[in-house]
T-cell receptor, first 114, second 112 residues
Framework: DQQVKQNSPSLSVQEGRISILNCDYT??????FLWYKKYPAEGPTFLIS?????DKNEDGRFTVFLNKSAKHLSLHIVPSQPGDSAVYFC?????????????FGTGTRLKVLA | SAVISQKPSRDICQRGTSLTIQCQVD?????MFWYRQQPGQSLTLIAT?????????ESGFVIDKFPISRPNLTFSTLTVSNMSPEDSSIYLC?????????FGPGTRLTVT
């Protein structure tokens, strides 16, 4: 039972354009969400987070949108740069449970073309 | 954010042997986490390690196979015991920082 899903295993985008990475979840108790970027041979790097009390969080070129009714979140990267080419994971947790346990999606490989 | 290091960065081991992976953090943290990422798959939580108490294991993972130590607030080890080729994975430790988690660089294990 995959509670966090990233249905697009890969995505290619031209440099300078917008990259949109999607993530769906099934557990309505999830209330905190993270996005990570992972380069080969490195650990995941935290990018941006969003709490369920918000529907948008922005940090520089990265914006995360949360649609609670659809149980869907997306990461927008604008403008996309070749250095953004990596695997992106979304993760979800039910923070009030106190366990800080995150469930990760399977990842989307983003390729930004120069 | 915390700086996390892991040793070894990679290893090739024979089946039936054991490997201990070390995780060192540059600051004191309450909880440390161990994850596994099998080829082409997501990150799966193995266990949560608090200093001074037994680790809490997730469903499908047992202490006999993945014993964990947490002797102080900056260090933890994960042992992969009696290895089989199915244990070939990237093993990652992470620490909590507020609601976020920060990861070490990972240990790439290949079992032959």
């Amino acid at each position: 039972d995959q509670q966090v899903k990233q249905n697009s295993p890969s995505l290619s985008v031209q440099e300078g354009r917008i990259s949109i990475l999607n993530c769906d979840y099934t557990n309505s108790m999830f209330d905190y969400f993270l996005w990570y970027k992972k380069y080969p041979a490195e650990g995941p790097t935290f990018l941006i987070s969003i709490s369920s009390i918000k529907d948008k969080n922005e940090d520089g070129r990265f914006t995360v949108f949360l649609n609670k009714s659809a149980k869907h979140l997306s990461l927008h990267i604008v403008p996309s740069q070749p250095g953004d080419s990596a695997v992106y994971f979304c993760a979800a947790s039910a923070i009030p449970s106190g366990t800080y346990k995150y469930i990760f999606g399977t990842g989307t490989r983003l390729k930004v073309l120069a | 954010s915390a700086v996390i290091s892991q040793k070894p960065s990679r290893d090739i081991c024979q089946r039936g042997t054991s490997l201990t992976i070390q995780c060192q953090v540059d600051s004191q943290v309450t909880m440390m986490f161990w994850y596994r990422q099998q080829p082409g798959q997501s990150l799966t939580l193995i266990a949560t390690a608090n200093q001074g108490s037994e680790a809490t294991y997730e469903s499908g993972f047992v202490i006999d196979k993945f014993p964990i130590s947490r002797p102080n607030l900056t260090f933890s080890t994960l042992t992969v015991s009696n290895m089989s080729p199915e244990d070939s994975s990237i093993y990652l430790c992470s620490v909590d920082h507020g609601y976020e988690q920060y990861f070490g660089p990972g240990t790439r294990l290949t079992v032959t």
